[in-house]
């Protein structure tokens, strides 16, 4: 697996990464799949994140999995719109083999705001979405 950062969200990096694997490939080099982290993905629009995801794929012909997605806003509701857009857009794209949610708890995070769970065990409104959305009860 090659994982890199900002692969979905900016263009530059979208185009340098399927050039590396492609390289990667061409030179016989195991590689199985692409990871993406996705720190960025509140910061640019989900058709963005969904065409860049699928360029990925149909250019390297390789899966992809989301590696580590956060996102950093402070209203719930727009957090829960961001999460929510980017999971519906790929959830059901077979060549997605996987998330992980890069630290989900208030003050054990990197970034500020990306929290889905309060430090005093409060679920953000995306936590409960996903929740919801995965069939993984309350």
């Not at 910061?43 to 997605?69: D, H, N, Q, R, W």
Request: a neutral charge.
């Amino acid at each position: 697996l090659y994982n890199d950062y900002n692969t979905i969200e900016y263009a530059n990096e979208n185009n340098g990464v399927i050039k590396l694997v492609k390289a990667i490939k061409a030179a016989g080099a195991p590689i199985a799949a692409v990871g993406c982290q996705a720190h960025d993905v509140g910061m640019v629009s989900v058709s963005t994140v969904k065409s860049y995801t699928e360029k990925i794929i149909a250019e390297t012909g390789l899966p992809v999995y989301i590696t580590e997605m956060d996102v950093g806003k402070a209203d719930d509701g727009q957090q829960l719109s961001t999460i929510k857009g980017v999971i519906e857009a790929l959830w059901n794209n077979e060549k997605v083999h996987g998330w992980t949610y890069w630290g989900y708890v208030q003050g054990a995070t990197w970034r500020s705001n990306t929290h889905l769970l309060t430090s005093s065990g409060s679920k953000r409104q995306a936590l409960t979405w996903l929740m919801s959305f995965l069939k993984r009860g309350s």
